[in-house]
């Protein structure tokens, strides 16, 4: 072989050399981390806690792809499962509806439980990982006008389930997602024994409580009961009285991040970043912050960012 080509053979190898090694070092070194797509539901709090977590992983160099307030459970679930985005925060209960039947029975009623219920079986179905939770259970709940409570004496869910079956005028504002679940409106109904008919009830295609609420709250089409969640910022300013579930009918609903397992094995440094601002959250934190958005108008991600800075988690 002629003595120059050897030579401009031996010159590219070394380039090539010299660019692959540069390149792996960039990537031991968490240089051009990503890009990670980010989802979440198009809740209120959906919208939260995914711009936390956009905002965190940003903040901490990955390369992030916003698509927070993709849709509702089903569509972001789908989203994730078929790899068209990389992670999104999701509930703790929701894996007892993800995977029924399985056979963890009572542990779904207690925080350890769900969370290692739903790791172990995310992980053989899909090949998922669970975050550590926020210590805030958002569970289902339905909620009352004020002064209907107060009229009526309706404290517990027992004591709504009186007040349909003697007759009371009720009408509930619902999601397609609240109406129709089995764990949700209809477990209720099942365990208190009432059961609302269409003419009583008002179904939105959000699942975005606060749309439900301000219903309730201004007597929307004669509305004056709204699903909500246990995390719901506005109830307090809107008038409205939670009612105690004293059959303890629901599931610990705490929010985590779901995320994909060859994301995780590919980017463990994740977990460090979005673990100490999960468990930060309490109930009080997430009322509160839920509370600025659904009530102030204030947008999610501005709400995110000023909290995770005021905590020091980002700069």
Avoid: C, H
């Amino acid at each position: 072989m002629n003595r120059n080509i050897m030579r401009n053979i031996f010159i590219l190898l070394i380039i090539v050399s010299l660019v692959t090694g540069l390149w792996a070092r960039g990537e031991d070194e968490g240089a051009g981390k990503g890009p990670v797509t980010i989802a979440s539901k198009f809740d209120t709090e959906g919208a939260l806690l995914g711009n936390v977590m956009l905002l965190v992983l940003a903040d901490g160099g990955f390369d992030v792809v916003d698509k927070t307030e993709l849709g509702a459970t089903d569509v972001v679930r789908k989203a994730l499962e078929t790899g068209e985005v990389d992670m999104y925060p999701e509930y703790t209960g929701n894996g007892n509806w993800f995977f029924m039947p399985n056979e963890f029975g009572d542990d779904w009623y207690e925080s350890e439980g769900a969370l290692a219920a739903v790791r172990e079986l995310d992980k053989a179905a899909f090949d998922m990982e669970w975050l550590e939770p926020a210590p805030a259970n958002n569970t289902w709940a339905i909620a009352i006008r004020g002064d209907l409570a107060k009229a009526e004496g309706l404290v517990t869910l027992s004591d709504f389930a009186d007040y349909v079956n003697a007759g009371g005028e009720v009408k509930l504002a619902g999601s397609e997602e609240f109406v129709s679940r089995p764990d949700s409106l209809p477990a209720f109904q099942g365990a208190y024994g009432f059961e609302l008919s269409q003419a009583q009830l008002l179904v939105l295609s959000s699942g975005n409580t606060a749309l439900t609420e301000q219903a309730a709250a201004r007597g929307t089409d004669g509305v004056n009961a709204a699903m909500a969640y246990g995390t719901d910022g506005p109830l307090a300013a809107l008038g409205l009285v939670v009612l105690e579930d004293n059959l303890g009918v629901q599931l610990v609903y705490e929010p985590a991040p779901r995320i994909r397992s060859v994301v995780m094995d590919k980017y463990p440094e994740i977990a460090d970043l979005l673990n100490p601002v999960f468990t930060s959250m309490d109930l009080v934190t997430l009322q509160t912050l839920n509370a600025k958005i659904a009530v102030e108008g204030v947008p999610a991600r501005t709400v995110a960012e000023e909290w995770l800075k005021d905590k020091g988690f980002i700069d």
